[in-house]
């Protein structure tokens, strides 16, 4: 059973806070979701392919998010990853 994602945080509240009785062990999924959430978010800098697509580092996607060799997606459009180029320092 896949878990919705306002359940992984509730169930990652309670794991946090002061009435919780379980260990980690019993949010293992909830840990795993979060982790790769948060992994998304870190900036990785993408490989343009010609002028106008560029391929995402993370899931290898080829996309359209460019504009005169500019990336203007922030984030791949097929896996969620945050992008950036070299010279960005968001």
């Known amino acids: ?3 919705e994602l306002d359940e992984v945080i509730e169930n990652l509240e309670y ?20 982790t790769k959430s948060l992994k ?7 490989q343009e392919k010609h002028i106008d697509e560029y391929i995402c580092p993370a899931c290898g ?3 359209s998010g460019c504009d005169e060799g500019k ?3 922030r984030y ?10 070299k010279n960005e320092t968001d």
């Open 15 to 34: 794991l946090v806070s002061d009435s919780c009785t379980d260990t980690q062990f019993d949010y293992i999924e909830e840990i795993e979701i979060a």
């Open 40 to 46: 998304k978010q870190i900036l990785q800098k993408v």
């Open 61 to 63: 996607e080829e996309n």
């Open 1 to 3: 059973m896949e878990l």
């Open 71 to 73: 990336i203007t997606d």
């Open 76 to 85: 791949c459009p097929k896996c969620g990853q945050r992008l950036g180029v």
